[in-house]
Nanobody, 124 residues
């Protein structure tokens, strides 16, 4: 499975961005999907995940209520709508796919495939 993330950019604090991740080369609906991020000098952290059919979602406490993950299995895409952005949201965002947990997981080690990352910069 190949994952291609896009949608990053520069936005002012309080603004919004929508990230998208397109999957190819596999049966997308067989995979739970996740978004992770890595800020400069920090470890990669979980942001959100969605189950293979989209019925279950999980969020990091830091983004709960501001970010929304969704998927379209007909289009093989997963998205992350980010609202009320803060400077601490600045990071490279990665999408990932796992076949190990249908409901998704916060543990990045359990994901099989990763996209190349897209940079989100939030200016204060």
């Amino acid at each position: 499975v190949q994952l291609q993330a896009c949608g990053g950019g520069l936005v002012q604090a309080g603004g919004s961005l929508r990230l998208s991740c397109a999957a190819s080369g596999g049966t997308f609906s067989n995979y739970a999907m996740g978004w992770f991020r890595q800020a400069p000098g920090k470890e990669r952290e979980f942001v959100a995940s969605i189950s293979w059919r989209g019925y279950s979602t999980y969020y990091a406490d830091s983004v709960k209520g501001r970010f929304t993950i969704s998927r379209d299995n007909a289009k093989n895409t997963v998205s992350l709508q980010m609202n009320s952005l803060k400077s601490e949201d600045t990071a490279v965002y990665y999408c990932a796919a796992t076949s190990k947990f249908n409901s998704g997981t916060r543990d990045g080690r359990l994901y099989d495939y990763w996209g190349q990352g897209t940079l989100v910069t939030v200016s204060s």
